[in-house]
């Protein structure tokens, strides 16, 4: 049980080795912005996370809080209410799109929006045989 959490650790290696793959190399700056985003992806979830589970273990407050009930609805609720938002702005970003002759862009945001009501169902059917 305690390596379980230990993985996250390794975040902050991958961060560091990010760093200096983009201070020593002659990448293009694309590159380097593409590894600067991926830097701080790996960096902050990893730092979140390890900060997560030392707070789950040591902090009775916060883990009374982060597994009440009523917290939790409010988690799942809010995330549907997000889902919707998020679907209707690619949605207007779609039209948008489509109005300013955009094909490509409009063909990708398009797919998202077809691709998310399946991906929801599909993680809905794996949550309900879990529990």
């Not at 790996?42 to 390890?50: E, F, R, T, W």
């Amino acid at each position: 049980m305690k390596n379980k959490y230990q993985i996250w650790y390794i975040g902050y290696i991958i961060s560091l080795l990010l760093i200096l793959i983009i201070l020593f190399t002659d990448f293009s700056k694309i590159a380097d912005i593409g590894l600067a985003i991926l830097f701080s992806v790996v960096l902050g979830v990893s730092h979140v996370q390890v900060l997560h589970n030392k707070m789950m273990k040591n902090d009775t407050d916060y883990k009374i809080n982060v597994m009440d009930e009523r917290n939790i609805m409010i988690q799942e609720k809010v995330g549907n209410v997000t889902n919707m938002i998020n679907t209707a702005l690619l949605g207007l970003a779609t039209v948008i799109f489509i109005c300013l002759d955009y094909v490509i862009p409009a063909i990708v945001t398009g797919i998202i929006i077809t691709i998310q009501p399946i991906i929801l169902i599909t993680i809905s059917n794996i949550f309900e045989k879990k529990l």
